[in-house]
């Protein structure tokens, strides 16, 4: 069982290109290639829109 977690947590970390214990979290959220025509929405609108605290009181 201990060798199934392994292999599965190097296959992350290969994914994630991790080194030495950190990874690059921009190139994680936006990676190199994404030719995806939506990938700009893949973290919601980055604007001042309202915050969770106004969404919370719409259900008070």
């Not at 309202?50 to 259900?59: H, K, W």
Request: charged share 30%.
């Amino acid at each position: 069982m201990l060798n199934f977690i392994e292999e599965r947590l190097n296959k992350m970390i290969g994914i994630w290109r991790i080194k030495n214990g950190t990874a690059n979290l921009q190139e994680m959220a936006l990676p190199k290639g994404d030719m995806r025509e939506d990938r700009d929405l893949l973290h919601g609108p980055q604007s001042q829109g309202i915050d969770q605290d106004d969404i919370d009181s719409l259900f008070d």
